[in-house]
């Protein structure tokens, strides 16, 4: 690999609101820059995990190195970091802004400005970074590119004339969008030849060698076999392979100043690894640590535990893995009476524990249960002193209560005017208050306070369909307020089942407890006995069904082929029920603990 | 010695069930040219495969299909040929069954087919009752049944089957009861009671999946189950098999043959065959023909195997199979048998699953470990087997 002056050197990310299209545009700049061969060519390229690729989102920040010709006749060291979009991980668009010096803002040029488009912008201008704004899918018939770069400057307040139409389909606009990040993005400013200081900015698990930690070399550098000291952690390292991402992994020799790359030093212990730790060399180390980053606080928690009791160690294990990769999330041992050993964890969002469990399941191969995600609430009890509490299972009993507190969001909602009064309904039955509003031309700002709980699983669903697509939103912590709570306790034959309690407010309780019922009632199949399921409030039922009992389960014929066809179905039905957990003598299926979050789909 | 039964399998119908899987191929008419290149094709098949049953005595012959009696007897008599010269027959089949639709064509070829050595008729009843008849799509109409079964018995066949479906759409238990009657009152040495299966692909899947079928609930469906063992056993009948029921000594030689893990030669479109555990396949084998027509002629009819799907078993594939398809005869699975062919009793396998199906009350067990469904577990038979496998 090539080596650069480091004026020659731009370091940038794309943001976006989820879905602008940030992942295809890093695709055009890679084919404008020839970093990808014809036949290596996919969309979304970066998108590399499965679960990535199939949800058509971004997880994952990536980054990408590529060399480019300028009009000036220079070629330009570009390093690109592709960011995702959905609020759940704008923790890594932090991240990846502090490896930056300009960041190019895409927006749609059908939607306009959308909830996180703000949200991001705001991220960036905080970091200092030069904004590169763009509009993007200005090949869509319905696309408005002067009217959203109007849009950019009323309310982003950079000037409408330097936004720059492209289209990461087609491919228009490409050289003037690289033009303007070679002309506009400062060039990193460290110095070679002080003491080294590197930003750990992201770091994986690899099976073969160990922690990969990607870093921005903010000043001096680091050498391949160089004994290295991580400041923050205070352990001593030799870095044993340096590379960069092509998007191939190359290797190189050193990195240098405003260089971002890829350091594996040996690290095999998880504890060792620290995001927004710093690197610096033994020869001559830096006095101070470069500042990290804050730390991101898990709003919505959930159970996890294996299916089989058995996988236990395997889901510790995988779960430190995963949280090297991935430190916004928090987990600690938990048991329930249901479901035997597991852990609570924390996550940034509702998608993020989706995604999270998914990854568990697929790259460490696990089946396991999620219970349904709630909030973290604060408890004032008759006696003694307020606790936090993450899990309705440590819901103290209603009489030695004497408040829940739960908490609330300031919730940023974009929304075309013609939809608002959808939305201001949808606010409303979530037990929002509305806390203000503004006009931009056709769009609608509107600002709500509401409880934690009511949005953290599907009220971003049902702000899309209320608006067909075109509402979003944003929110950030505000604090606790006292509310009328009660737990939802359900039964299964009698035996409470702690992992499907809910807490709820009081005046939801009897129609979640019914709806609640009739969901499990969907997913729990016919068993050998009749089965009953209740729900209840304290000692109280409030809400009851039955699944009736299977009187039969017979194969009329089985001749010839049909025994190979019966083995296979029977084999079939044998791994659903490795999938089932027993609760008393009921068999209950793992998407039943999930049953609370269809609530309201019918 | 060793046995194997040939299933000849002939796919032409004269239309199509809504309910049916089968490898069919729908004719108005089977005409010569058609029987001929097909028979032709099945003696091929048989004297290209025998040798994967060598030295194999044949013990019984099934003529199934589709509907086999629209062949002219001829054509079945040269497949039997055939059969006893591939296989150096020393004695003759123990049992040659023939599936039979009632229609005046099959009905005249009766005695026909029993001078060419079928001793045994299958007939596809269904139901005694014309609504349902025609609600299954069945060209037939019930006094034709009976006047078929009375020309078998004048024919001189002394070993008739009935076919009954049971829970068909918008049967109540009334009319199958009756159904069940009038079959009785024929006096048949056999009777097949299958409840209604909605296959996939098949119109009645589709019916079915837009709650056009009226099938009768649940309920009423294992009261027709339970009504079926009751009455069948008080009228001389023994239940053995899951859906089989037979005086004493009219059991189905040849079905017995799939339960019992005995070799079958499948022959036609579509056709299963098995190798018991042996020398070849040290847990058995089975394989399929192509089910398409064409492909079939192309291939195996030509003495290819081109199209053909075949399964190795595993030992755990083989114990599965050996425990479920013993558990769906009466006799049930024998522990000593069990033992000598996988070292061990059943319980030496399955201990926790066998404690926890007899607390369940659906499996009975005797002192020497041997296995049977109790009633309740013949109505849950699938519960149960999805343990064994
Ligand atoms: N018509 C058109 N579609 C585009 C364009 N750019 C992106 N898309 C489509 O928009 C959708 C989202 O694109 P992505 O590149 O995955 O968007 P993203 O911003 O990376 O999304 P997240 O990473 O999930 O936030 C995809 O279906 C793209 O094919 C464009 O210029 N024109
Ligand atoms: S007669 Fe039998 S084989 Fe022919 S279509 Fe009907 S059910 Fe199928
Ligand atoms: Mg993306």
Redesign the pocket.
């Known amino acids: 690999m090539k080596s650069f002056p480091q004026e020659r050197i731009r370091n940038f990310c794309?943001v976006?609101?989820?879905?602008?299209?940030?992942?295809?545009?890093?695709?055009r700049l890679m084919d404008e820059t020839g970093a990808v061969t014809e036949r290596e060519k996919q969309?979304?390229l970066l998108?590399s995990m499965d679960i990535?690729r199939e949800?058509?989102?971004?997880?994952k920040a990536q980054t990408v190195r590529m060399v480019y010709r300028a009009q000036d006749g220079e070629e330009y060291l570009l390093n690109l970091i592709?960011?995702?979009?959905?609020v759940d991980f704008s923790y890594e668009v932090s991240r990846s802004l502090s490896a930056c010096e300009g960041a190019v803002l895409?927006v749609?040029?059908a939607q306009g400005i959308e909830a996180?488009t703000l949200a991001n912008t705001y991220l960036a201008i905080d970091a200092d970074l030069e904004i590169i704004p763009a509009v993007?899918?200005?090949?869509?018939p319905s696309?408005d590119p002067d009217r959203v770069a109007q849009e950019i400057e009323d309310i982003v307040g950079l000037d409408a004339a330097d936004v720059i139409p492209?289209?990461?389909?087609?491919g228009?606009g490409m050289h003037e969008l690289l033009e303007a990040i070679v002309e506009k993005v400062p060039p990193p400013t460290g110095e070679a030849d002080v003491p080294t200081r590197a930003l750990v900015f992201d770091a994986w698990f690899d099976t073969y060698v160990g922690a990969v930690m990607l870093v921005r070399v903010i000043e001096g550098r680091i050498k391949k076999r160089q004994r290295v000291k991580f400041m923050i952690k205070g352990s001593e390292r030799e870095t044993t392979n340096l590379s960069v991402y092509t998007p191939h992994q190359v290797e190189v020799k050193e990195l240098g100043p405003g260089e971002v790359g890829a350091v594996v030093a040996g690290v095999k212990t998880l504890s060792d690894v620290l995001i927004g730790d710093t690197i610096t060399t033994m020869d001559n180390p830096a006095s101070e640590p470069l500042p990290g980053f804050q730390e991101v606080k898990p709003m919505v928690f959930a159970g996890l535990y294996p299916v089989d009791a058995e996988d236990y160690e395997d889901l510790k294990a995988s779960l430190e893995k995963l949280k090297i990769n991935d430190s916004s999330f928090d987990y600690e041992p938990e048991t329930s009476m249901a479901l035997g050993f597991g852990f609570r964890c924390g996550f940034l969002g509702f998608l993020h524990a989706e995604i999270i469990q998914e990854r568990l399941e697929r790259e460490f191969e696990l089946n396991l249960i999620t219970t349904a995600p709630t909030v973290r609430y604060r408890v004032v009890p008759k006696k003694g002193e307020a606790f936090e509490i993450e899990s309705p299972a440590a819901l103290p009993e209603a009489t030695d209560i004497q408040a829940i507190e739960e908490p609330v969001v300031l919730a940023t909602i974009h929304v075309p005017s013609e939809h608002l009064g959808q939305v201001l309904t949808l606010c409303q039955e979530r037990r929002g208050v509305q806390k203000d509003m503004a006009v931009h031309g056709s769009r609608v700002q509107v600002r709500y306070l509401l409880p934690l709980n009511e949005i953290v699983t599907d009220f971003h669903d049902k702000l899309k369909s209320a608006t067909r697509g075109y509402g979003s939103f944003d929110y950030e912590l505000q604090g606790y307020q006292e509310a009328s709570l009660v737990k939802l306790d359900i039964m299964v034959n009698g035996d409470p089942v702690d992992a499907l309690s809910l807490i709820v407010h009081r005046d939801h309780a009897q129609s979640k407890g019914a709806e609640l019922t009739r969901k499990l009632k969907e997913f729990i199949p016919r068993q050998q006995f009749a089965v009953a399921i209740q729900a209840a409030i304290g000692s109280k039922i409030i809400a009851r069904t039955t699944v009736r009992a299977l009187r039969k389960n017979v194969t009329a014929k089985c001749y010839g082929g049909d025994i190979t066809r019966k083995r296979k179905l029977l084999e079939k039905q044998k791994a659903g029920k490795k999938r089932m957990k027993m609760v008393g003598s009921v068999e209950i299926p793992q998407e039943a603990f999930l049953a609370a979050l269809k609530l309201g789909d019918s | 010695m060793p046995t194997v039964g040939l299933y000849v399998h002939i796919p032409f119908c004269e239309r199509v069930c809504p309910y049916c899987d089968f490898a069919v191929v729908a004719v108005r008419k089977v005409e010569p040219e058609l029987e001929a290149r097909y028979v032709a094709a099945l003696i091929r098949e048989i004297e290209s495969r025998a040798v994967e049953f060598e030295g194999a005595q044949l013990d019984t012959v099934y003529f199934g299909g589709g509907t086999p009696s629209l062949f002219r007897p001829e054509a079945l008599a040269k497949i039997l040929e055939a059969a006893t010269r591939a296989f150096a027959a020393s004695t003759p089949p123990r049992e040659i069954t023939l599936e039979v639709n009632p229609s005046t064509v099959e009905r005249d070829r009766l005695p026909a087919f029993r001078s060419s050595g079928i001793d045994r008729i299958s007939l596809g009843v269904q139901s005694f009752d014309d609504a349902t008849l025609k609600r299954l799509g069945r060209a037939h109409k019930a006094h034709e049944a009976r006047q078929t079964f009375t020309a078998a018995r004048q024919a001189g066949f002394g070993n008739v089957s009935l076919d009954l479906i049971l829970a068909c759409p918008h049967q109540g238990f009334d009319a199958f009861a009756r159904d069940l009657e009038e079959a009785l009152a024929l006096e048949p040495e056999h009777l097949s009671l299958y409840e209604l299966t909605i296959e996939a692909g098949t119109p009645f899947e589709f019916a079915a999946s837009r709650d056009q079928l009226a099938p009768p609930d649940d309920e009423v469906a294992t009261r027709m189950l339970e009504h079926t063992a009751a009455r069948s056993a008080g009228a001389g009948f023994e239940r053995y098999e899951i859906s089989n029921y037979a005086r004493p000594g009219f059991a189905s030689l040849h079905n017995q043959r799939y339960w019992a893990r005995e070799a079958v030669l499948g022959v036609g479109t579509g056709a299963w065959s098995y190798e018991a555990p042996g020398a070849r396949f040290r847990f058995g084998a089975r394989r399929m023909n192509p089910r398409d027509l064409g492909a079939y002629f192309a291939a195996v009819g030509a003495g290819g195997d081109e199209g053909v799907e075949s399964e190795v078993l595993t030992l755990e594939q083989a114990r599965g199979e050996a425990i479920f398809l013993s558990l769906r005869r009466r006799t049930g699975v024998d522990a000593r048998a069990f033992e000598a062919e996988f070292g061990g009793r059943p319980r030496k396998f399955y201990d926790e699953q066998i404690d926890r199906l007899m607390a369940a009350g659906l499996l009975a067990e005797t002192e020497s470990g041997d296995l049977r469904l109790s009633d309740r577990g013949l109505l849950l038979s699938d519960t149960v087997f999805a343990d064994f496998v």
Do not use: C
Request: charged share 30%; net charge negative.
């Open positions: 794309i976006a609101h989820i879905d602008h299209g940030k992942s295809t545009l890093a695709d969309e979304q998108d990535e949800r058509g989102i971004t997880i592709d960011t995702p979009g959905h895409v749609d040029a996180q993007n899918k200005i090949d869509l696309a492209v289209s990461a389909k087609s228009v």
